[in-house]
């Protein structure tokens, strides 16, 4: 063999080397990088994302899932509680839609086991959407440009509320943010993040918010009880699990949020109670953990949490199909 | 000279005076067709955009321009009147932001003169966003990716009201439909429009339609009497023109709405009292002109109106600067 690629073999050796133990470290870090979403279905996440943004959804013709979901801000309307039918006021934080898929469950009680599952409660919720799924249905199908889609994408003549479902859950597992700066450190690059960021990190692991706060949503992967060292004082009439199994052991076991994109969307708590991250950090360290966390220490991990911030979906405003003659026309102002 | 090049010249000939004919016929129509929006300063139409959809303009932190403007059903709420803050019901049809540019004046009544002057209005209304240009001034100066955007556009240190919905008319202006099948067949393409919606566009122009419809807008260029031959009978308060002008020879004088993308923004009239384009016409043609069009005549101008949908929109869905810890956090259920 020549020099040259004796040296060639020896220097892919090393770059290997080196290349395994950084994917090694990164793989011993309790939170992974998050996988961009793949594809497979792009007319039915298309049709998904045009329920998504319709208001023709709702009784009032008004309210579509981005508006309490609004994906220009984080994926949430970042109010204590939403707003819902004729100003109704919603008995909980409207969760961040964004890398939902990755939840155990969805609701902060887990009563919906999936995304489509989730996708059908607000549109009958009357303080939500206030619609029925008979309405839904039958609004869909006078608009020739849905029966359309719904035909190619189900094979179906007549539109029904799991097509619908369905379709808005295949768009919401689009709804991902990779890349990360925390991401980008975790696969190798370093000077992704600053050291007052990494001792951020640090302290989020020593202090022990990573017991619950792991994997690559940085939660939504269990239920924990909120209080669980010190009591979680809250006017909000959530009971959490124990709301679903009625079981008095769930009571104020709630679903730990995703941390990811967490700057985006205050306040924080299933009650909303924490108006910035700074106070949130602050809480949960009391709280869960019986620690009383100082200025500095606060700082440092909510400095981390900003580098947790990824990609937000990236798309174009969907055009909806226009209603036909057919079409109910809402009345937003009609007695209930 | 070669047979080739002669043939070649007079082929050249012949190409260009036929298409110096169709140029000359397309410019005798009393209808324009739409040229695309020029972009000069994208760096303002994208902030434009992004206060566009910012439902932190308002009082509630939940109504943008976008929720009775909507960019996705073209570029209204379709409600007889709009929903306002605390679901405050408005006064009048809000009408399409699609090519309002070509609008002579702003609002049903014309008292804005232009775009910037009428993105004032909403923020500030009590029965819309319900805010005011004070206390939107200071949400978006506590808003660190604003300020920035701001300084860049503008060169201000502090975000004023008079950049807001300068930037606001800014992104609005690019809102133009080009590309209608009408447009195509005024640009020559005679198998554009089907000989059915060419009769319409022959009936629109008979009967009389199209003196008021007319322009690349087919609309939006003066102030005409609703009830013009036969009385207009509607419970909406509204005097058009006579609320600015306090003249009584302007009561019930409104601005001529432009007829682009009509099919996409049911119900019609400032009271928004015609629920399909079928009655829209129907009634037109009695309370303007005077006539009992027949179904068929009907018919013919409603598919030639429905020629008129454009190129919507296509942007991505506008990422919003996160709010930081000074921005207030909206309470939409407070007390007013």
Redesign the interface.
């Known amino acids: 063999m020549r020099l040259k690629t004796i040296l060639t073999i020896i220097a892919v050796a090393i770059l290997s080397a080196a290349f395994s133990a950084q994917v090694h470290a990164a793989e011993q870090e309790p939170i992974q990088p998050l996988k961009p979403a793949k594809i497979t279905n792009p007319a039915k996440v298309e049709l998904g994302k045009?329920l998504f943004?319709?208001?023709r959804l709702s009784r009032?013709?008004?309210i579509s899932c981005n508006?309490c979901h609004?994906?220009?801000?984080?994926g949430s309307?970042?109010?204590?509680?939403s707003?819902g039918d004729?100003?109704a006021?919603g008995g909980i934080r409207s969760p961040s839609v964004l890398n939902s898929s990755l939840n155990i469950a969805q609701f902060w009680d887990g009563r919906a086991k999936n995304l489509s599952a989730q996708a059908g409660g607000p549109i009958a919720n009357p303080i939500e959407m206030n619609s029925t799924h008979e309405a839904a249905e039958r609004v869909l199908n006078t608009i020739p440009g849905y029966r359309t889609q719904f035909k190619k994408v189900y094979g179906v003549d007549k539109i029904g509320i799991d097509q619908i479902t369905d379709a808005i859950a295949e768009f919401e597992n689009t709804l991902v943010t990779p890349n990360a700066r925390f991401d980008k450190w975790l696969k190798g690059d370093k000077k992704a993040i600053t050291a007052f960021e990494l001792s951020g990190y640090q302290l989020f692991k020593d202090s022990g918010c990573i017991a619950c706060h792991n994997g690559p949503g940085v939660g939504g992967s269990s239920f924990q009880k909120m209080g669980m060292v010190n009591e979680f004082k809250t006017t909000n009439p959530s009971k959490g699990r124990a709301d679903v199994t009625k079981k008095d052991a769930d009571r104020m076991m709630f679903k730990v949020p995703i941390l990811r994109n967490v700057?985006?969307v205050?306040?924080y708590f299933h009650d909303g109670s924490a108006?910035?991250?700074?106070q949130a950090v602050e809480t949960m360290g009391w709280l869960q953990l019986g620690k009383k966390l100082t200025p500095d220490q606060t700082a440092r991990i909510v400095a981390f949490l900003k580098t947790l911030t990824g990609d937000?979906?990236?798309?174009?405003?969907?055009?909806?199909p226009?209603?036909s003659?057919e079409t109910p026309?809402?009345?937003?102002?009609s007695k209930k």
């Not at 309307?77 to 509680?81: E, I, L, P, R």
């Not at 937000?312 to 969907?318: A, D, H, I, Y």
């Not at 026309?329 to 102002?333: E, H, K, L």
């Open positions: 045009q943004f319709d208001p009032s013709g008004w508006s609004n994906l220009s801000m984080g309307d970042n109010f204590k509680t707003i004729r100003w006021q700057e985006l205050p306040p108006s910035t991250l700074t937000q979906p990236q798309f174009t405003l969907p055009q909806l226009p209603s003659d026309r809402p009345d937003p102002f």
